[in-house]
């Protein structure tokens, strides 16, 4: 079920705003519910007042009333797969388990797949937080 997340990554990718960059990144992701939400790079002037296509893609999830991922994909103009920041890593994590597929792509058709366990090894989760 990849290809149809692959195909809608790439179509929200063109939607990516990057006057600065002009470095286009995708992402799409399919809720637990089956349903398919996507998100674009929006940059700003300010550069840290941005949004990554990950956080684009799970708030457009969250919006929509689904609260898990069951897989997502990535994809960019890179010559090799473009992997989730730090900090859309850890939001990834937020919402996935630790098994959860991550499809990293390039434009080029270059694919790396990976578990969300493999994009943040030693995760932070709400289970850290259970005597507070």
Do not use: W
């Amino acid at each position: 079920m990849t290809e149809d997340l692959i195909a809608a990554a790439t179509a929200v990718r063109l939607n990516a705003y990057t006057p600065y960059s002009r470095f286009k990144v995708g992402a799409a992701l399919r809720s637990t519910s089956g349903h398919v939400h996507v998100g674009c790079n929006v940059e700003n002037v300010a550069y840290p007042e941005g949004t990554c296509a990950e956080a684009g893609a799970i708030a457009a999830m969250v919006a929509g009333g689904d609260d898990r991922i069951a897989e997502i994909v990535v994809i960019a103009d890179s010559p090799t797969p473009v992997p989730p920041c730090g900090g859309c890593r850890q939001k990834i994590a937020e919402f996935a388990s630790p098994d959860v597929l991550v499809t990293l792509c390039t434009t080029d058709g270059e694919r790396l797949q990976l578990t969300v366990a493999d994009l943040l090894p030693g995760a932070f989760g709400a289970d850290h937080m259970d005597r507070a």
